[in-house]
């Protein structure tokens, strides 16, 4: 499958990148994909695909932190009205858990051997990319398993989102249940916990 090159889906580009996950810069301020949605990154001959895992709006200079403004606003959009200037001194990052990759043998749903290049373009994928991302849940494992990530919100986030783009959303939402029985025996309240949050 040809993966778009229109630049109306682009959130932002890697600015931090390893196997097991990278980081994006977003263009515009607050653009950040929902927790759990499915991204891609790199060309057609290699893409890696990542699902975000944590958000963040923080100050350019690490030195200068945001303080509050313009106590008197309406409205948040005042604040930024009346200055102008916050949308160029802050940023929007979001950080992503690697799933998974294309290259000219097929998609694969575990880590790519190499990472993207910084200043890779992120894409959100489309529907009919995640539809069929997960046709396999195979990549659940990372998710379940990821280090310093809130892993059960992140897993169920993903499915959540994931289940929308299918033709049969419940259908998928009892597979999902099903295989995160499989990859979490013996943890009955962790697997419950997650179930709970599929179904909001």
């Known amino acids: 499958m040809t993966t778009s090159k229109n630049i109306t889906d682009r959130l932002g580009q890697v600015v931090v990148a390893s196997t097991t996950g990278f980081t994006a810069h977003c263009h515009e301020l607050y653009q950040a994909p929902p927790l759990g949605s499915l991204v891609r990154c790199g060309r057609d001959d290699g893409v890696v695909y990542g699902v975000v895992a944590g958000i963040t709006t923080e100050s350019l200079d690490p030195s200068r932190r945001p303080m509050a403004r ?18 160029r001194l802050l940023a929007t990052r979001f950080e992503t858990l690697s799933v998974g990759y294309r290259d000219d043998v097929g998609l694969h749903r575990y880590l790519a051997p190499l990472p ?15 539809r069929e991302f997960t046709e396999s849940l195979e990549s659940l494992s990372v998710l379940l398993n990821a280090p310093n990530a809130p892993q059960d919100d992140v897993a169920a986030a993903f499915l959540r989102l994931a289940s929308t783009t ?35």
Do not use: M
């Not at 106590?71 to 102008?84: G, I, L, M, Q, R």
């Not at 890779?120 to 009919?128: A, I």
């Not at 249940?177 to 916990?193: D, H, T, Y």
């Open 70 to 87: 313009d106590a008197k606003a309406e409205s948040e959009d005042e604040v930024y009205a009346n200055h102008p200037q916050l949308t």
């Open 116 to 130: 993207p290049s910084i200043y890779s373009f992120v894409h959100l994928c489309s529907d009919g990319e995640t």
């Open 166 to 200: 299918h033709s049969d959303p419940r259908a998928f939402l009892v597979r999902a249940g099903k295989e995160l029985a499989v990859q979490l025996i013996g943890q009955s309240q962790r697997l419950n916990g997650i179930l709970r949050r599929l179904s909001r």
